[in-house]
């Protein structure tokens, strides 16, 4: 089912303002990381709540309608930093999901996805998103199970978000470790 992109046109201004407030500009050739919310992709998301409803946009999209006055459409606001919290519109160019995936491929980072023998598929470190390996699960439980710890002191040693080490404590992902 094909993704439907809201016009960027028609963003309320007040977004576009909160927008500004949501980042810190480093120079123009660094990352300029999305300091608010992180939606579950590692996207960096604004949203606002209007007369009940609330509708989200991805930071970066934002950025590159600001910062070319372009609206991405359909196509993807691919990063050349690879970093998804960038909001720094010289770090981000359109492309489609192909596009986006043969830039991964030649910069290394791809992870191809394979089937896992006993499942219809890939486990731990075989998906391409994983944020940890075995080691570092085997770690957070260990240092769970030896107390005195909170899931979110946990997230921030790791990096990760305290659901993420919810779900690895709590074997609903990474079972199989």
């Not at 927008?19 to 608010?36: D, Q």
């Not at 372009?70 to 960038?86: A, E, F, S, V, Y």
């Not at 791809?110 to 089937?115: D, L, M, S, V």
């Amino acid at each position: 089912m094909p993704v439907e992109h809201k016009p960027l046109t028609s963003v309320p201004a007040v977004v576009l303002a909160r927008f500004w407030s949501h980042f810190i500009i480093a120079a123009p050739n660094e990352c300029w990381e999305w300091t608010s919310h992180i939606n579950t992709n590692g996207y960096g998301q604004i949203r606002l709540t209007h007369q009940g409803k609330t509708e989200a946009w991805i930071a970066s999209r934002l950025a590159y309608y600001i910062g070319y006055g372009i609206d991405p459409g359909p196509l993807m606001t691919c990063h050349k930093c690879d970093n998804r919290r960038c909001v720094n519109w010289n770090h981000l160019f359109l492309g489609t999901n192909s596009d986006n995936v043969q830039d991964c491929i030649r910069k290394g980072r791809y992870k191809q996805p394979t089937k896992c023998p006993l499942s219809k598929h890939a486990r731990g470190e075989q998906v391409g998103t994983s944020l940890v390996n075995a080691d570092t699960v085997r770690e957070i439980r260990r240092r769970h199970a030896a107390g005195n710890i909170t899931f979110r002191q946990l997230g921030e040693q790791f990096g990760v978000t305290l659901h993420c080490i919810w779900s690895i404590v709590k074997r609903v992902n990474w079972r199989h470790i």
